[in-house]
């Protein structure tokens, strides 16, 4: 069943939101005060490909995994929406259907605000506009650094960007060294294989090269990494 409202941990994760925070406090108080919260568990579908543009999220636990199909029947995932991040806005502007699968990765919390009111909050307050604009090219800029990497960099260097962003995305500091940081968010090496458009194979024999050099740490429950100053390195070797 959801929940009314946002815990304080979730709260301050849609807060704290690079893109929120930057907002005006009318422009925030009035998105808030007609959002509602959904919960969901892991692998719970969040919305389906071909689905209606109804409502406009914000993750503020968890993540949402975004995939698609292959004509083969095979899933394959493209993102992971991380904490604090908003996400169907095009749908809103131009009312075409979903375009992709979204589930719970994780027991995941979702900030809703309903279409209706989205326009709503649109017609009062131009800042809205700007803002969203904004927020599109940051993506367009992503993504076409995401495209130039998947063609001219390694397969090691573009492991240890990912890595690199997992741990600043979900980083935890792990209890027996502070100086280690334990990626919160679990990924299969097949899902992480997925990100960078390789094979599990491939990755996990770069993860085990990485592990012999001291950069990162695998355990049962995920990856530690502990060098961040090395993954940089590996990163930038081929840049």
Same mark, same amino acid.
């Given at each position: 069943? @959801?929940?009314?409202?946002?815990? *304080?941990?979730?709260?301050?994760?849609?807060?704290?939101?690079?893109?929120?925070?930057?907002?005006?406090?009318? %422009?925030?108080? &009035?998105?808030?005060?007609?959002?509602?919260?959904?919960?969901?568990?892991?692998? &719970?579908?969040?919305?389906?490909? /071909?689905?209606?543009? #109804?409502?406009?999220?914000?993750?503020?636990?968890?993540?949402?995994?975004?995939?698609?199909? #292959? %004509?083969? /029947?095979?899933?394959?995932?493209?993102?992971?929406?991380?904490?604090?991040?908003?996400?169907? @806005?095009?749908?809103?502007?131009?009312?075409?259907?979903?375009?992709?699968?979204?589930?719970?990765?994780?027991?995941?919390?979702? %900030?809703?605000?309903?279409?209706?009111?989205?326009?709503?909050?649109? #017609?009062?307050?131009?800042?809205?506009? +700007?803002? =969203?604009?904004?927020?599109?090219?940051?993506?367009?800029?992503?993504?076409?650094? =995401?495209?130039?990497?998947?063609?001219?960099?390694?397969? $090691?260097? $573009?492991?240890?960007?990912?890595?690199?962003?997992?741990?600043?995305?979900?980083?935890?500091?792990? %209890?027996?060294?502070?100086?280690?940081?334990?990626?919160? =968010?679990?990924?299969?090496?097949?899902?992480?294989?997925?990100?960078?458009?390789?094979?599990?194979?491939?990755?996990?024999? +770069?993860?085990?090269? *990485?592990?012999?050099?001291?950069?990162?740490?695998?355990?049962? /429950?995920? =990856?530690?990494?502990?060098?961040?100053?090395?993954?940089?390195?590996?990163?930038?070797?081929?840049?």
């Amino acid at each position: 069943m @959801d929940e009314p409202i946002l815990t *304080m941990e979730e709260r301050e994760a849609i807060n704290s939101g690079r893109w929120f925070s930057s907002l005006s406090p009318s %422009l925030r108080h &009035d998105i808030l005060r007609c959002a509602y919260v959904k919960r969901f568990k892991d692998g &719970d579908l969040i919305v389906a490909r /071909g689905d209606p543009p #109804s409502e406009w999220t914000a993750v503020a636990k968890g993540a949402v995994r975004v995939s698609s199909t #292959s %004509l083969s /029947g095979k899933q394959i995932t493209l993102t992971y929406v991380e904490p604090g991040v908003w996400f169907g @806005d095009v749908a809103m502007f131009d009312g075409d259907q979903r375009t992709h699968d979204a589930y719970a990765h994780g027991p995941t919390t979702l %900030l809703c605000v309903a279409r209706n009111d989205f326009q709503k909050i649109l #017609s009062v307050h131009v800042e809205l506009y +700007e803002a =969203l604009m904004r927020l599109q090219a940051r993506r367009i800029r992503t993504l076409f650094g =995401l495209v130039e990497d998947l063609n001219t960099l390694p397969l $090691r260097a $573009r492991l240890a960007k990912q890595l690199l962003h997992l741990v600043r995305s979900y980083g935890v500091p792990c %209890l027996s060294d502070g100086n280690e940081m334990r990626i919160g =968010l679990q990924l299969a090496q097949e899902e992480l294989a997925q990100l960078l458009g390789a094979s599990r194979q491939r990755v996990n024999q +770069e993860l085990k090269s *990485m592990e012999r050099e001291e950069a990162i740490r695998i355990e049962q /429950g995920g =990856l530690v990494v502990r060098n961040r100053d090395m993954l940089m390195r590996i990163a930038e070797a081929e840049t």
